[in-house]
T-cell receptor, first 115, second 113 residues
Framework: GAGVSQTPSNKVTEKGKYVELRCDPI?????LYWYRQSLGQGPEFLIY????????DSGLPNDRFFAVRPEGSVSTLKIQRTERGDSAVYLC?????????????FGQGTRLTVV | GENVEQHPSTLSVQEGDSAVIKCTYS??????FPWYKQELGKRPQLIID???NVGEKKDQRIAVTLNKTAKHFSLHITETQPEDSAVYFC????????????WGAGTKLIIKP
């Protein structure tokens, strides 16, 4: 596709449930990032992939959060035992390569609501 | 680690006037400073970026200035139009060991007709 695609656009789940959020980056982009944006805040870094490997997962808040990118393209962010504090917009971004000064293109985000 | 502060949190200007948003950063190793525009419910979109080897960059009505010594950078929008209304975020890249962007808290820009 022309841009970064994220599905679903909205997800409502009950506290304690497991959710998966999907990101389809721009074709050919080797670097992929997950960010979380709470209302009225800037995005907060979660994890960065270079190819298939998680090169930096220092932003994952705890071990309930996990992300994979098995074939170096699509990525899935997985959240176990969801809590109300996990409610936020989860943004995915990709860039052509993982240079520190490379433009990142963002998806529309998945709005996660934990009730 | 890197910390980015952004001011003001809200800026209201008359249509046609200029708007200036300022950010400071803490890590002298940061060398990439993008500005993103985010309309309500939409994705952040890059509007301009600057790298540390230049002090100013301009693209039509938008310009960014960077002062490496003082560790601050600013976004300037001239001849503001209603479609400029949005939340603007500054960001800086993290230290050499990682590839994350550290974001400011955002500025809500309101263009008054």
């Amino acid at each position: 596709g022309a841009g970064v695609s994220q599905t679903p656009s909205n997800k409502v789940t009950e506290k304690g449930k497991y959710v998966e959020l999907r990101c389809d980056p721009i074709s050919g982009h080797t670097a992929l990032y997950w960010y979380r944006q709470s209302l009225g805040q800037g995005p907060e870094f979660l994890i960065y992939f270079q190819g298939t490997g998680a090169a930096d997962d220092s932003g994952l808040p705890n071990d309930r959060f996990f992300a994979v990118r098995p074939e170096g393209s699509v990525s899935t962010l997985k959240i176990q035992r969801t809590e109300r504090g996990d409610s936020a917009v989860y943004l995915c971004a990709s860039s052509l390569w993982g240079g520190r000064d490379t433009e990142a293109f963002f998806g529309q985000g998945t709005r996660l609501t934990v009730v | 680690g890197e910390n980015v502060e952004q001011h003001p949190s809200t800026l209201s200007v008359q249509e046609g006037d200029s708007a200036v948003i300022k950010c400071t950063y803490s890590d002298s190793a940061s060398n990439y400073f993008p500005w993103y525009k985010q309309e309500l419910g939409k994705r952040p979109q890059l509007i301009i970026d600057i790298r540390s080897n230049v002090g100013e960059k301009k693209d039509q009505r938008i310009a960014v200035t960077l002062n490496k010594t003082a560790k601050h950078f600013s976004l300037h929008i001239t001849e503001t139009q209603p479609e400029d209304s949005a939340v603007y975020f500054c960001a800086a890249n993290g230290p050499d060991s990682n590839y994350q962007l550290i974001w400011g808290a955002g500025t809500k820009l309101i263009i008054k007709p």
